[in-house]
């Protein structure tokens, strides 16, 4: 069973409790930031009448776990996907290629990790639901098998269809995502972006990745059969009567007019 | 009994570019202190936001771009059998090395955490471009070092070692075709994982492919420049019978690399970018026409070709518009999904121009003290070592 959570902006009153239980949870120094950051890993945010919130997405094929060169990002079966500092080496490819721009980095360290939600791997791997789900007062995000928690928006999309914008954002969005969202508003105006592809974007790099086996070999072949016409001809070319050419002797480049 | 020689080495004189590189020198050292001591956010313009600077659109783009004259002439020496484009071999291989060094340098800086960048090594993520480039980084560095060390054998009269490494400069040369092919294109897959956020002019499925061209076309354009500016600072003369079948090969690589492009932005429907002169295609203008459009119009003319002058503006313009690809594709297509602009800092510009000049003045010393440039006597004979 893979787990996730589902934000309902029609419900979010704006209180900020999510993101002052995820600092405590995660213990992250500083108070609750404007925007995400790598000591805030999650914001409530007012847009028009109703509220934002953003937290990471956790990518059913995260984008960030497929571009880090040393694994430190990885998915787990429960569902987060989670970071390990202690490989990281800073590269940022994870910052760049996020199609959410979740990863934030600390830039004000000498030592510098990223910083992102994880999903409270620790509380859902005990069967607990996250800090942020569990401190909300008013069911905003509510935490649950992603089975249930799809069932559950679409049953609110099919009894209120004026009061939602009809979409699930992160049913499909990258892949699908672990963390859905509902709206009444446009989710462009909520921050999220809504020009993103239904395919992971790691299947793109994979497509090219998967065939460099296939490359290498024949590639190589070639090159050497390049190498083996050419010389070859060098050696013919050496019984042949001379005659006047500028390729046929080897140091023949020694002083030739140009 | 070589075809090179060490160039006469002009006594050193504390001349115009010696003060301009003390000038750089000093700023530069206090940055890398700085960067080190306090940090990314104490030096850069980088921030969440922007998380990729000209640390990786110039140094590592454009440094591992502008490295590729070095297996392109090797190819066409040693596997198309051309030998006689040997003599600038040596020059073009150094010049390989010292841009893969300038780059490992550079990614020192730009690491978060640099002292970890053994773990690449250790922890394997076949499915990342990053794994991949750091790898063909790593042993193409190795290869070319092996293909340089030679010069440096023959320095010291060591000429065992500089048989072995003759007896297997073929598959040598092989491989450091296969790992250029593929990391040339594999710096361009990495910008695969954005398509919601690179710009159309240039996000393109084609995009390993254009990185693999453009550099050749470049690369080639460096080994021009690098003749010139070589025989400006030793009184040297300009090899033009190499050069200029050189320039006929940059024209038909940058040719075939525009038309390509053209179409990819066809493709995308984003021609609209440019007739509506947008900042985006503004700077891809910048980009094609310097780069392209005019180095392909100048040296398709065999009279220009054949001129000096002509010849190494071509080169030069080529090499111009192939930076500003790099940094249109890894700065200016990125900042309108990031919502800011990123102009680098001081301190960033700092440590990419000192670099450089460490590079310049690494690969003078090497003139001047190894056999990197062919001497014109009739005595020598093909010095095959791949120099």
Known sequence: MTVGLLFDATRCIGCGACASACKEQNKLPGPVEEETSAYTWTTVKPVGDIYSRRLCMHCLVPTCASVCPVGALHKTPEGPVIYAEDKCMGCRYCMMACPFDVPKYQWDKAVPIIGKCIMCTSRVKKGEPTACAAACPAEATIFGSRADLIREAKDRLRKNPTGYVDHLYGLTEAGGTSVLMLSNQLFEKLGLKANLPSEPPAMRTWQVLSNIPDFVAVWGVFLYGVHWITARREVVAAYEPPRQGPDIQDDSHMGRPS | ?387
């Open chain 2, 1 to 387: 009994m070589n075809t090179t020689v060490a160039l006469p080495s002009k006594r050193f004189h504390f001349g115009f570019w010696t003060t301009v590189f003390g000038l750089v020198f000093v700023p530069f050292c206090f940055v890398t202190v700085l960067r080190f001591y306090k940090g990314l956010g104490a030096v850069t313009h980088l921030s969440d936001k922007f998380p990729w600077g000209l640390w990786i659109g110039f140094d590592l783009l454009c440094g591992v771009g502008l490295a590729a004259g070095a297996f392109t002439l090797t190819a066409v020496v040693h596997l198309f059998n051309l030998k006689k484009f040997e003599p600038i071999v040596r020059p073009t291989i150094l010049t390989g090395f010292l841009g893969y060094i300038f780059v490992i340098t550079a990614l020192m800086f730009d690491l978060g955490q640099p002292w970890r960048i053994w773990h690449a090594i250790v922890y394997w993520n076949p499915h990342s471009v990053m794994f991949e480039v750091a790898w063909c980084v790593m042993l193409y560095t190795t290869v070319l070092a092996v293909e340089f060390a030679p010069v440096v054998l023959e320095r010291f009269g060591f000429h065992t070692p500089i048989k072995i490494i003759h007896a297997v400069i073929t598959p040598l040369v092989i491989l450091g075709v296969l790992l250029s092919t593929l990391h040339q294109s594999s710096l361009g897959t990495l910008y695969l994982i954005v398509p919601s956020k690179l710009h159309p002019l240039w996000y393109s499925q084609l995009l390993p492919l254009f990185f693999y061209i453009s550099a050749i076309g470049a690369g080639i354009g460096m080994v021009i420049l690098e003749s010139y500016l070589s025989q400006r600072a030793f009184g040297r003369h300009l090899e033009m019978d190499l050069l200029e079948p050189l320039a006929r090969a940059m024209v038909v690589a940058l040719g075939i690399y525009g038309l390509m492009r053209l179409q990819s932005i066809h493709r995308n429907g984003a021609f609209g970018a440019i007739t509506d002169f947008t900042y985006e295609g503004r700077m891809f203008l910048v980009e094609f026409v310097l780069g392209v459009v005019l180095p392909v119009a100048l040296l398709s003319f065999r009279r220009l070709r054949t001129n000096p002058r002509w010849l190494v503006t071509g080169a030069f313009l080529a090499v111009l518009g192939f930076v500003v690809n790099r940094l249109n594709v890894s700065i200016t297509g990125m900042e309108g999904a990031a919502g800011i602009r990123y102009v680098p800092a001081l301190a960033e510009i700092i440590v990419s121009v000192g670099l450089v000049g460490i590079g310049m003045a690494a690969f003078a010393l090497a003139v001047r003290y190894l056999k990197i440039f062919p001497e014109r006597s009739p005595l020598g004979e093909g010095g095959a070592e791949g120099g």
